[in-house]
């Protein structure tokens, strides 16, 4: 089959790659309909992770279920299915209370929990940027969805921008009423800012620089904040009468930059616990990393970053982090698709086929006006 391998730093290639099969009984080997290319996947193509020359990537996947092994019973041939981006067991201490992105089972790597699809440190899975994809422990996994071909790249944002997006509000302890910050209107940090307007944020405030993805937050009924015009923190202030925000979501990551191109990765941590009140709530799942191979500093390079965590105890904020547990929220989020409460897809820029994935990858790389999401239809 045809797949979409990385080869090293801003290198990936369309190549053949052996079949996906089904290799334990609880198997299923997806046809894939539509991968999408995620702001994750940059960071191994900028040559900023540990990943390995050959790997196929892609997590966000969805398509048809093609073959099923002999201990699958609930998942069928011909189901049209979205895979969440954490590859989970379903019955470790993690997946049983609800947190499939530290599954204690699935990733073989010493001292890692949680496993996901096509990336660094997470497991020997294959992405799904390929015609097909397998999928461990199928029935627990797989989410099934309406059959068709309706809501397409709608279900495309459930593998994990979407639960990703709603996550990170949701660990900010956002109730109704609330007003939230954002920082970064990357594809995350707009399904948060779509996700808090659905969870019912008074007003929802969201950060960058880049005016094609500032127009997507306006669309998104959020205020952009533009932070190459003065300092975002101060702008929230004012906006809001010297209150601030009660949540915040960090939708950036460590390579977070100032406008210039520097970067700083403690500049959205320090925002956020400058705009978001005493007592507030923070959700941070922009990624941050225990090893940096191209850190610009030899802390930075064993993830330590000096952010101003003296203000955040003294304002006794909250704050949550980590990967997202897809499988918590992507039922009631494809049921609010279907319903019509929730259109994620508003967000899609390009689609493509792999022949023109390795194109797709060199301009969403260099951000180029109007590239915000890339979905693959292999
Ligand atoms: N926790 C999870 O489960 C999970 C899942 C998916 C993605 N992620 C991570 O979320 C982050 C965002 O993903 P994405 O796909 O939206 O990425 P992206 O790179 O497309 O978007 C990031 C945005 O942040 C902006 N930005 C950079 N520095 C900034 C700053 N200092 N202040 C404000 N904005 C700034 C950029 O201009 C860009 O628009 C990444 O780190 C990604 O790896 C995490
Ligand atoms: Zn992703
Ligand atoms: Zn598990």
Redo the contacts with the bound molecule.
């Keep these: 089959m045809r797949a979409i391998v990385y080869r090293g730093p801003k290198e990936v290639a369309l190549e053949e790659v052996p079949d996906a099969t089904i290799e334990a009984p609880t198997d299923a080997v997806v046809r894939i309909t539509t991968t999408n290319i995620?702001?994750?996947d940059?960071?191994m193509y900028e040559g900023r992770t540990a990943v390995e020359a050959g790997t196929v990537l892609g997590h966000e996947n969805m398509g048809i279920v093609e073959e099923v092994g002999p201990g699958v019973e609930r998942i069928r041939v011909g189901d049209r299915v979205a895979v969440p981006f954490n590859v989970a067991c379903g019955s470790c201490r993690s997946c049983l209370t609800g947190w499939t992105?530290f599954c204690e089972r699935t990733n073989p790597n010493e001292g890692m929990q949680g496993a996901a699809y096509g990336y660094a440190n997470m497991g020997p899975y294959r992405g799904g940027q390929a015609e097909r994809l397998r999928v461990p422990y199928a029935d627990f996994n797989l989410l099934r969805l309406p059959e068709g071909d309706e809501h397409e790249l709608d279900f495309a944002m459930l593998s994990?921008?979407f639960p990703?997006g709603w996550?990170g509000v949701a660990m900010s302890g956002l109730a109704p009423g609330d007003r939230v910050t954002i920082?970064?209107?990357?594809?995350?940090?707009l399904m948060a800012a779509h996700s808090a307007r659905i969870m019912g944020a008074r007003e929802v405030f969201v950060?960058?620089?880049?005016p094609d993805?500032l127009a997507l937050a306006e669309r998104a009924d959020a205020i952009p904040i533009d932070?190459s015009k003065g300092d975002?923190v101060e702008q929230i202030l004012e906006a809001t009468g010297g209150a601030g925000t009660e949540r915040g979501v960090e939708?950036?990551?460590w390579q977070?930059?100032?406008p210039q191109g520097d970067e700083?990765p403690e500049?959205?941590l320090d925002a956020l616990v400058q705009a978001v009140q005493v007592h507030g709530g923070i959700g941070v799942?922009?990624?941050f990393v225990p090893e940096d191979p191209g850190a610009p500093d030899e802390r930075a390079a064993e993830g330590r970053i000096g952010w101003d965590f003296g203000t955040f105890f003294t304002k006794g904020q909250q704050l949550g982090t980590?990967?997202?547990p897809v499988k918590r929220y992507d039922r009631q989020l494809r049921d609010l698709i279907v319903a019509g409460r929730a259109t994620p897809s508003w967000i899609v820029s390009h689609e493509v086929g792999l022949d023109d994935a390795v194109d797709a990858y060199e301009r969403f790389d260099r951000?180029e006006d109007g590239w915000t999401k890339v979905l693959l239809h292999p």
């Excluded at 920082?183 to 940090?189: D, E, N």
């Excluded at 950060?207 to 880049?210: E, I, K, L, P």
């Design positions: 995620c702001g994750s940059l960071h992105s994990d921008i990703t996550h920082m970064g209107a990357g594809p995350v940090g950060v960058d620089r880049r993805r932070d975002p939708a950036v990551g977070a930059h100032d700083h500049a959205t799942v922009g990624v980590g990967q997202a951000r």
